[in-house]
């Protein structure tokens, strides 16, 4: 589906319940798995990557993750560890472009029984689970948080617990203390020294558990509200003490006519008119999900910085950093987005037709991956969404 999208007076007046993360869904879904007893998850996610893991956990032999990385990756590494049983885990043939290798080498490092079964480092892959050993292994912090993530949370598991030793600069860090943080809730001790995480074998505690809702889907809103004529939006019950990293994406657009309070829960927005007054240059490498809304929000208000710690984006669903260049040339050329089978893509240039009129998002049901209700949401907002086939016309 493609859709023409505008806003008829760029005056924003909405409230939203955004959807619920689904990077702690996710994690709590393979703390489920291994746990002992059962527990009850509240506001699970809904996202397609959520719903894909979730059929996952209760399939057997073969799987298919679809786009779903994180699936991908978390499982990987959780069915290595499933004695006795025999897997197949693939994905769709852009999942099986993006390399798996660097996790794959760890978990072998650590007594997993994986093998490549088309090409070498990527999907597709045969697994055949077993009680892992464990100990010390090495990990290029440089490529995914994921990998890092999904080791983790299996460390409890194995004989001798897990000693990781992250090699080069870490991105997206902040999803490691959400990890971290969510085992802890489940009774799992860690200690993190400079490089070196340590996860003696433990026993996950299963308690009932709430979802917090997604504040990387509030950043598209922060993006509304800067790009408005006038707004007040308010974000529903989003957890000011959250664990999630990109929570600092409020700060980070406030430097952007945006101001924010919470009241009784909620996030309220409401724009201003102070001066711009942005850093020439922003280090994104522990929040780099924040990276496509802010640099269409700087480029539609001719906004130049220098983004760092983003070289990981070439590794995502997208090559988020040349696609997103490529997109905003479209933008003034044609007024076609491609969202590249990148639910970000989407997200991310929709709010732009509030500074350039109509535009047309190409395969705009992308944004199912994380935000199934954006397009509901985005109307509700005052946007105009109409269907479109032909885009020659």
Known sequence: MNYKIWHPSKIINCKINLPSSKSISNRVLIIQAL???????????????????????????????????????????????????????????KMNNRPIGELVKALKKIGANISFINTKH????????????????????????????????????????LELHINGKLVSKSYIKMTLSIMEFFGIKSDWQKNIIAIKPQKYIGKEFTIENDWSAATFWFQIATLSNSCKITLKNLNEESIQGDKISKDIFSKISLDYKFKNGDLILQKNNKPISFPKTINLINNPDIYQSLKTTLYALNIKTKFKGINNLIYKESNRIIDTNNELENLITKKIINTHQDHRMAMSFAPLCLKYGEIIIKNSDVVKKSYPNFWKDFNLAGFKIVPVTDLNN
């Open 35 to 93: 746990c002992d007893n059962n527990f009850t998850i509240n506001n699970l996610s809904k996202s397609e990557d959520t719903l894909v893991l979730k059929k996952a956990l209760n399939q057997e032999k073969e799987i298919n993750t679809g786009h779903a990385g994180t699936s991908f990756r978390f499982l990987t590494a959780l069915l290595s560890t499933l004695e006795n049983n025999e897997y197949i885990l693939n994905g769709s043939d």
């Open 122 to 161: 990527f999907p597709p892959i045969k697994i055949k689970g077993k009680q892992l050993v464990g100990g010390k292994v090495n990990i290029n912090g440089e490529i995914s948080s994921q990998f890092i993530s999904a080791l983790l949370l299996i460390a409890p598991s194995l004989k001798n617990g």
